[in-house]
T-cell receptor, first 108, second 114 residues
Framework: RKEVEQDPGPFNVPEGATVAFNCTYS??????FFWYRQDCRKEPKLLMS???SGNEDGRFTAQLNRASQYISLLIRDSKLSDSATYLC?????????FGAGTTVTVRA | GAGVSQSPSNKVTEKGKDVELRCDPI?????LYWYRQRLGQGLEFLIY????????KSGLPSDRFSAERTGESVSTLTIQRTQQEDSAVYLC????????????FGDGTRLSIL
């Protein structure tokens, strides 16, 4: 079983739509959780950390359910510039485990 | 520059040749990671360096892979006797401290084995 599993998508949505997707992780001892964004043929960049209480960063909302080992990301009022692959990332000790990514395409 | 620098950006080589990939981390970042990303897949952890501590090599896929780092500076990843399955993007990342976030990634080296 992969350490981090994600719905690969793709999610094709119109501008202004809300899109949500999630991932699950297998290591119950995981300590920290993140969403990274990766544009086509570019390096991953940290989008936001994810906390159990849920957190927002502008149009992005992340949720963590430790009991279910489940992480979600919701994008509101999506923009063309949100088109990317979103990587679910889980940290244990110093190691990060990356999901394969969920591809989101926002169309005009 | 201020970011993580990797070279070469692209490398095409014949099967069986050795290749050396280079990573210059952000100055002052003590932690350095190497990852491999195959097409359409997630990042695979290869190796981790933290200061002068012994590196964590648990992700290296075979003994053809090795990596070095001098102190808290440049790192090189060497692949000997390359195989076609080694074709991937090799990404280097550094962070200010062990497990620190964010990890800052370089642009990667796109390796193609013919």
């Amino acid at each position: 079983r992969k350490e981090v599993e994600q719905d690969p998508g793709p999610f094709n949505v119109p501008e202004g739509a809300t899109v949500a997707f999630n991932c699950t992780y297998s290591n119950s001892a995981s300590q920290s959780f993140f969403w990274y964004r990766q544009d086509c043929r570019k390096e991953p960049k940290l989008l936001m950390s994810v906390y159990s209480s849920g957190n927002e960063d502008g149009r992005f909302t992340a949720q963590l359910n430790r009991a279910s080992q489940y992480i979600s990301l919701l994008i509101r009022d999506s923009k063309l510039s949100d088109s990317a692959t979103y990587l679910c990332v889980v940290k244990y000790d110093y190691k990060l485990s990356f999901g394969a990514g969920t591809t989101v395409t926002v169309r005009a | 520059g201020a970011g993580v620098s990797q070279s070469p950006s692209n490398k095409v080589t014949e099967k069986g040749k050795d290749v050396e990939l280079r990573c210059d981390p952000i100055s002052g970042h003590t932690a350095l990671y190497w990852y491999r990303q195959r097409l359409g897949q997630g990042l695979e952890f290869l190796i981790y360096f933290q200061g002068n501590s012994a590196p964590d090599k648990s992700g290296l896929p075979s003994d053809r892979f090795s990596a070095e780092r001098t102190g808290e500076s440049v790192s090189t990843l060497t692949i000997q006797r390359t195989q076609q399955e080694d074709s991937a993007v090799y990404l280097c990342a550094s962070s200010l401290r062990t497990g620190g976030q964010p990890q800052h990634f370089g642009d990667g080296t796109r390796l193609s084995i013919l």
